[in-house]
């Protein structure tokens, strides 16, 4: 098997903790993204390649790599606020959908094997519970819809050209280097100003949570361990919103309040069955939920 990996998307929040597990185990890198990650300019092991996923031009810079490559396709735009991603309808499709098919038919023939770094978004409201990979998928946003079409072309590229091919679907990542329009560092910014933590709803509603970390180390097991198919990275733990909030208080000693506004969307749970993963993987979680809020809290605290 080779050991070059083409990494797109690695300057994201998940990128960098991905490449760090990727360098340990001896990997050669090549990274594909809008900018350079300060870390590549450390690594002996890290090739940099600046490049737009939506912008053809920019993608036949990968044209001049010779040699074959374990392709991890992480790359995406994801909408900050996803309340608002109707304004960004084209980007997502450009770079999510698009990228990704423009991005395949670059590398072509050069890819031994592909990993697709998806999401939960793709599976949309609970048929069921606990989520499976049987589970249907019917997206409600416009995110997991590209993300679902990606899924389906690459699948249809790989076995077109024999291509071994997994399709990785991240559970709720939480971890330092969070975006804040997400529920747990907007948790925490707003207790560390001690002011009122506004949950929509009830609370009651559960997510499962995964620290970043460990999330990077399934991804790179899933390559080292020639995982095919559809696989969900997940933690099979599942927290109530209100037990995160009041932790995070907790645990930043905090003297927020908790509040509760109405919700106009229906509540619903995302709780995953993690047994595909756990058999093919061996994995379970390496970090409790405390000890991932602390550190997420702790680097909130750096860079407030």
Not at 264 to 277: G, Q, V, W
Request: hydrophobic share 40%; proline share 5%.
């Amino acid at each position: 098997m080779t050991k070059t990996l083409l990494v797109t998307g690695a300057a994201g929040f998940i990128g960098p903790f991905f490449i760090a597990h990727a360098i340990k185990k001896g990997y050669r890198i090549i990274i594909v993204d809008l900018k350079e990650p300060v870390y590549a300019k450390k690594s002996g092991r890290v090739i940099f390649i600046p490049c737009d996923l939506s912008n053809p031009r920019d993608l036949k810079k990968l044209e001049k790599i010779n040699s074959p490559l374990n392709l991890v396709h992480m790359g995406a735009f994801v909408p900050h606020v996803p309340s608002q991603e109707e304004m960004f309808i084209k980007k997502i499709f450009a770079v999510n959908l698009k990228g990704t098919m423009d991005l395949l038919d670059v590398l072509g023939d050069r890819i031994e094997k592909a990993y697709y770094v998806s999401t939960l978004e793709v599976y949309g409201l609970p048929r069921y519970l606990p989520i499976d990979e049987k589970h249907p998928a019917n997206p409600v946003s416009f995110y997991g819809i590209s993300k679902l079409y990606a899924e389906k072309y690459l699948s249809l590229f790989c076995q077109a050209k024999n291509i071994p091919y997994a399709i990785l679907r991240l559970s709720c990542i939480y971890g330092p280097g969070e975006e804040y329009a997400r529920a747990i560092p907007n948790f925490i910014k707003t207790a560390l100003s001690n002011q009122a933590i506004k949950i929509y709803g009830n609370g009651q509603d559960k997510r499962d949570y995964l620290y970043v970390d460990d999330a990077a180390g399934a991804l790179l097991n899933s390559v080292e361990n020639d995982i095919r198919g559809i696989c969900n990275i997940v933690s099979g733990r599942s927290y109530k919103i209100i037990d995160v909030a009041k932790r995070i208080v907790k645990l930043s000693r905090s003297k927020s309040k908790i509040t509760f506004l109405p919700r106009k969307k229906k509540l619903y749970d995302l709780i995953f069955d993690a047994s595909r993963i756990k058999q093919l993987l061996k994995f379970k979680p390496e970090t409790s939920i405390e000890e991932g809020l602390e550190r997420e809290i702790s680097w909130c605290r750096k860079m407030s």
